[in-house]
């Protein structure tokens, strides 16, 4: 059963309600769902729908963030949640390096369209810290992942293309085949943990769960998104090693179903996992585009040691290279980098960086590992997937669940508000 964290102090109790009747909750919610409700729109209506969904998107933001900041400002909440400083000074650092910006206007509308999602996501978390038990918040953080990433699974169902060998490189249903392969890696592994670890979870979102992961199981091997079998794989292992509350038949059984399905897929030549294999080592033959331009980034860097501090500029590692490299040819530059890690060190320079690593990332992989891995295998999409895009930009399809999970280990360590028991009703 979940806990809403509640403070003792009488006058404080109106604020702090069970999540369903809570609306900086289903706003918090309502955010994450969506950008993959925008994604659908957009692959369904040719980016039409972007004139809307983009305006409607901000407008959700700013109420949130009214509606947050107003019904805590009895508490001056800005000042609560001591590691919100680490958000802070990020942000702070960032602005101080955008005047050496190769493209200055760029990475100012960049970065200043990311400011408010960071302060909402941060404060959100803090705010449900203070209302709700920290591992309490973490299962409904999870429903909330597993629900907005099972609506492409079920967007596939209605598509007609359930019979589909690889969707490598094509859209269906209004996603492309990478946001199937994240979507239902991001599906299956919190399914697994809800199924696992949350006792009250309502029988709809259970038999949700039931139905759809045969069908995201199969999307995803079909996806030919290497990152999403990747993740997936890791997610599993993580279960394999270090599950502590499963029987081991039935660890050895999930191991042989997951055997088999890899010989089946290895086994006919037109499958996606055996065309993105022969792609791989053919890129690992010949050099892959994207690595190429990385190690470009990379020597530009080393020849010109200013930029180890500056950085090119949020957004504007391509401004640099073609200035810093006058003979080097722009068409080459028609690819990204598709990695946020890379994005924020050459945009933001190896201080910067190395600062989001350590309090961002690498904190939430270290505190996983102590306090949750024995029970959770929910983390590897979230962190590894931002390798496969690039997740500073609060419209990406990851966006949300890599900055709520890094959020929500920034601030575990805080000592929470004493509360008493109320149970707070299904999602």
């Given at each position: 059963m979940l806990s809403a964290t509640i403070p003792i102090e009488a006058p404080q109790k109106e604020l702090l309600q069970a999540p369903k009747n809570d609306w900086n909750w289903k706003l918090f919610a309502i955010n994450i769902g969506s950008v993959v409700i925008s994604y659908w729109l957009a692959g369904l209506t040719g980016m039409a729908s972007n004139i809307i969904t983009k305006p409607l998107r901000i407008v959700l933001l700013v109420g949130s963030l009214y509606y947050l900041f107003s019904m805590t400002r009895k508490q001056i909440f800005i000042f609560k949640g001591r590691n919100s400083w680490k958000m802070w000074i990020f942000i702070l650092l960032n602005i101080y390096v955008i005047p050496f910006s190769f493209n200055f206007f760029s990475s100012f509308e960049k970065f200043f369209n990311l400011i408010p999602f960071l302060i909402y996501i941060n404060y959100a978390i803090v705010y449900l810290y203070r209302n709700i038990e920290k591992e309490d918040l973490l299962i409904l953080i999870l429903r909330v992942f597993n629900l907005v990433y099972g609506f492409p699974v079920i967007?596939?169902?209605?598509?007609?293309?359930?019979?589909?060998?690889?969707?490598?490189?094509?859209?269906?249903?209004?996603?492309?085949?990478?946001?199937?392969?994240?979507?239902?890696?991001?599906?299956?592994?919190?399914?697994?943990?809800?199924?696992?670890?949350?006792?009250?979870?309502?029988?709809?979102?259970?038999?949700?769960?039931?139905?759809?992961?045969?069908?995201?199981?199969?999307?995803?091997?079909?996806?030919?998104?290497?990152?999403?079998?990747?993740?997936?794989?890791?997610?599993?292992?993580?279960?394999?090693?270090?599950?502590?509350?499963?029987?081991?038949?039935?660890?050895?059984?999930?191991?042989?179903?997951?055997?088999?399905?890899?010989?089946?897929?290895?086994?006919?030549?037109?499958?996606?996992?055996?065309?993105?294999?022969?792609?791989?080592?053919?890129?690992?033959?010949?050099?892959?585009?994207?690595?190429?331009?990385?190690?470009?980034?990379?020597?530009?860097?080393?020849?010109?040691?200013?930029?180890?501090?500056?950085?090119?500029?949020?957004y504007s590692f391509k401004d640099a290279l073609l200035r810093l490299n006058p003979n080097y040819n722009p068409r080459k530059l028609k690819i990204n980098l598709h990695n946020s890690y890379y994005e924020l060190l050459f945009g933001s320079g190896y201080l910067i960086f190395l600062f989001f690593l350590v309090f961002f990332p690498l904190r939430s992989i270290l505190i996983f590992a102590l306090k949750h891995s024995s029970k959770y295998v929910f983390l590897p999409p979230v962190i590894l997937i931002p390798l496969f895009e690039n997740n500073f930009n609060p419209g990406q399809f990851m966006f949300f669940p890599w900055f709520v999970i890094m959020f929500y280990y920034l601030h575990y360590s805080e000592t929470q508000t004493p509360i008493y028991s109320k149970k707070i009703m299904d999602l």
């Open positions: 967007a596939f169902l209605f598509s007609g293309s359930v019979g589909e060998k690889d969707i490598y490189g094509d859209a269906v249903g209004g996603f492309a085949n990478n946001h199937y392969g994240w979507a239902c890696a991001m599906f299956l592994l919190t399914s697994l943990d809800l199924y696992r670890n949350d006792s009250s979870l309502s029988s709809k979102h259970l038999w949700f769960i039931r139905i759809l992961a045969p069908l995201a199981v199969m999307l995803l091997s079909i996806s030919g998104s290497r990152s999403g079998y990747l993740t997936f794989s890791l997610g599993f292992l993580i279960f394999i090693l270090r599950n502590s509350n499963t029987h081991l038949a039935i660890k050895l059984f999930s191991v042989l179903l997951v055997f088999l399905l890899i010989f089946q897929l290895y086994g006919d030549q037109e499958s996606a996992l055996n065309k993105r294999l022969n792609k791989t080592e053919k890129q690992l033959k010949e050099g892959e585009a994207r690595a190429k331009l990385a190690n470009l980034c990379f020597e530009s860097m080393s020849n010109y040691p200013e930029t180890m501090l500056t950085g090119f500029g949020f």
